[in-house]
C-alpha cells in the first residue's frame, strides 16, 4: 500500500507516535554518510519541498552543512549534506573525590581540549564548579570555538545523583553538595542545558560509546577507593525508579567477612574489596598503603601480599557480580578504575568467581574485560550523555522552533 | 515554525526515526477515547486525505470501529471512530510444572474465556501444544469467534525460553523441550504469530498490566516450588542479553546455609527458601508436606513450625532481594505464587530484610506488596506480550500492507 495525498504540517512530536521533523530527519544523518536532498526524498518518503524546508532549517543551526560535490550527470552538481558534528561543542566534566578531568567535545563525542587538576571534591559545589567554569571557557577558546557555540554541559560528581533534577542526595564524600542545583548553576553562567549524573553511569557510557557499542547489555564496574556500577541496557543507562541503580558496592558478599562498613551495615563489598579496604589490610601487615594507587603500586612491584589481596577483592567483587550476571544477564562485564590497573589479577579473581558460581546460560556468551578507555570514559561519557539527549528528535525539533535549545 | 507542504507516501518505518503509518496512527487510538476523522487530522497534523487513507486500512482490518455519534452543529453527524478491541482474538497459555491454564483475550487483553487443567510439563511438547491447541480451538468458539479471528498465540512456559526464537534452552524440570520450536508448532497449526517466554517475565507483564502499570521499574518475584523473578523496565520486560536475566532462584544468599542445590552449586536461594525447600523441611520436622501448596495449608491452619520456616524464608528472599534493589532500583517489588499466599508471613520477611540492608536512596520510595493477579497473571501476561508486539506501528504497517499480521 502506498499513500500518495499531502501532509501538511510538522506533526506533533509529543505525541510520541509519529515523528517527522528536523529532529528526525537529523536522525537519519547521524549514521555519518553524506546525502543529497534528492537522495533524503527518497530515503525518507518526505515530500522535496519538505525536504527542502526541514534541510534549511538545520543548515541554518550548523548541525548539517555541504560536504564534496556529488558527481553529477551533467550542469551544476547536487550539493551533498551530512551531518556536522564540529558545529558546535559541548563541555564536559568527570570530577572524582580528589581531582577532576575536563574536556570540550564536538558533536560526536571527540574531545578537542582538555585538562585536569587536583581538586577536593569537598572543597564544595561553588569552587568545584567555578573550576569547571573557568576553565571550560579557556578550553572553548583554546578549541578555536567562540563562547555561543557551546550547546550543553555534562558532569559526572562521585556520588548518588537525581539524574531528573541533577542534584545530589545525601552523597556521602561531598559535603555542601546534598541537593544543590547543578543545572542551575550552570544555566545561570553559561545558558545552556546542563545534565548531572554520578561518575560511574557516566564512565560506563563512554566505555560503552568508546568501545563497545555492539554490546545491547554490557555493567561497567569501577574499583577504586569505592566500588560501583553503571548499567547500559539497549544503549541507555539503567538508572531506576531514583537513580540509585548499580550500586554493587554495598552489596553483601556471599562467603565474606563480617566487616563493618561505612555505611552502618556488614559485609559489603566495598569494605571487603575496595581500594581503601586493600589498602588498610597491606598497611596492617606493615606495607604502607594510603589508597588504590599504592596498592597498585605494591601489586606491580611484585609484592606477594598486595598480588594475594587484590586477586582475593577479585573473587569478592565476582560473588556479587555473579549475582547480578543471573539478575541483569550482560552480555560484557568492564572492569575499570584504579585498581583495575593492578594488572591481570583483580579481573583473573572476577573471571574464576563468576564464571563458576553464575548460570551456565548467563555466562555462555559473556565476556569480562578491563576497561580500554581509561581516564577519558569520564569526560567521553559526560558528552555523550549531552549528546544523546539535545540530539533526540524531540530536542531537535524544539530546537528549530526556538533558535536554541531548551534550557529546563 | 510551521511545515505547510505535502508528503507525498508513507514513510520507511524500517529507519526507526520516521513513523506516520497506520500504525502510529493506531497508536493514538489505544488511549480508548473516540475520535472523528476531523479531530484525527487536528490532533495528528496529517492531511485529511492522509488520515482517510489510513482510517479506511485501520477500518478495513477492524482494528478501529465506528462508536456513537458525535454532537454535531447539523445535516449527518460525523462518525466517532474508537480502536476496538474486541476485533480479533487472542490464545494465551500460561503452562506451570503441573496443570496448565489457557485463555482467549480480546485486544485490550480482557480474558474472555478460559479454562485450566492438571497437565505435566515433562509429558513433552507434542502432548502440552497439543493441549493448547486442541482446547484454544474450543475456547474461540465459546467466546463466540472463528478460527479466522484468532491473530497470535502467547505462552509462559516454566524454565528458561529464547525469546527470539521462541526456544526453550536446557529447561530442568522440562524433557523433552530443549530448543523445540514452539512457534513453528503453532505458525503451522494455526497459522499466527506466537511468542514465547519464560513463566515469570510473562506473570510480571500480566501483573503490570493488570494493576502497576504506573510503576515504571517493578520487579515480580515468583515463590512457589521454585523461585524466579520478572523485570520490568519502562514497562518492557528486561531480557537481558540470552534472556537469562531475572533468575534470582540460584543466587548465594549472603549469611545463607551452605545447602546443597540441584542446580550444582550451594547456598542458593532456592534451596533454602522454595515451597520445595519448606516442604522438605516440614516433612524432617514430621510434619509431611509435598509442595508449596501443602505449605501454605500448614501455615494458614496455624502450625508454628510452618509459620517460622515461611517467615524465614522471606528473609532469605529479603537478603537477596537487599542485592536486586542495589543494582536495579526497582519503584515496587511484587511478591507472587503459591507460597505468597501463605498469608503475611512471607512479605513481613521480605519487608524486614530489604528496608534493613538495602541503601536508603533506593528503598525510600520503594513498595512491598502482595501479587493480586494472582492466578490469571501468566495468562493476561502472555497475552499482553503478543498484543504489545502486534500493534507497534511497524507490525501494524506490514499488517496493513499484507492484510494479515506477518509470521515470523
Known sequence: MCFTDGMDRSVDSSNGSMRTGSGALLQVFRDGRPRTRAELVTETGLARSTVTQRVDALVASRLIGPVD?????????????????????????????THARLGVTDLAGQILTDTRDDLDIAAGPETVLSWIEDNGRKLIADAGYQP??????????????????????????MPGWDGFDVQGFFTERLGVVTLVDNDVNVMALGEHFSHWSDADHLLFVKVATGIGSG?????????????????????????????????GNTGCLEAIASGAAIAAALTADGAEAHGSLDVVAQARGGSVDALR????????????????????????????????????????GVREVVYQRSLPLATEHLRIVQ????????????????????????????????????VE
Chains 1, 2 share one sequence.
Not at 560535490?69 to 561543542?89: D, E, I, N, Q
Request: with cysteine; charged share 15%; glycine share 14%.
Open 69 to 97: 560535490k556529488a558527481v553529477s550527470t551533467g550542469g551544476r552538481p547536487p550539493a551533498l549534506l551530512a551531518f556536522h558534528p564540529a558545529a558546535r561543542v559541548v563541555l564536559a566534566a568527570d570530577i572524582g573525590a
Open 148 to 173: 555561543e557555540d557551546l550547546i550543553g554541559v555534562g558532569v559526572g560528581l562521585p556520588g548518588p545523583v537525581e539524574h531528573s533534577s541533577g542534584r545530589p542526595v545525601n552523597p556521602p564524600i
Open 231 to 263: 548499567l547500559i541496557s539497549e544503549g541507555r543507562v539503567h538508572r531506576g525508579a531514583v537513580g540509585a541503580a548499580g550500586d554493587l558496592g554495598h552489596i553483601a558478599v556471599p562467603h565474606g567477612a563480617e566487616v563493618m562498613c561505612r555505611c
Open 309 to 348: 589481596r587484590v586477586r582475593q577483592a577479585g573473587r569478592d567483587i565476582g560473588e556479587v557480580l555473579a549475582s547480578a550476571v543471573n539478575l541483569f544477564n550482560p552480555s560484557l562485564i568492564v572492569i575499570g578504575g584504579s585498581l583495575s590497573q593492578a594488572g591481570e589479577h583483580l579481573i583473573a
Open 371 to 406: 576497561s580500554r578507555t581509561g581516564e577519558s570514559a569520564g569526560v567521553v561519557g559526560a558528552s555523550v550523555m549531552v549528546i544523546d539527549h539535545l540530539l533526540e528528535p524531540s530536542q531537535v525539533d524544539a530546537w528549530m522552533t526556538e533558535g536554541t535549545p531548551a
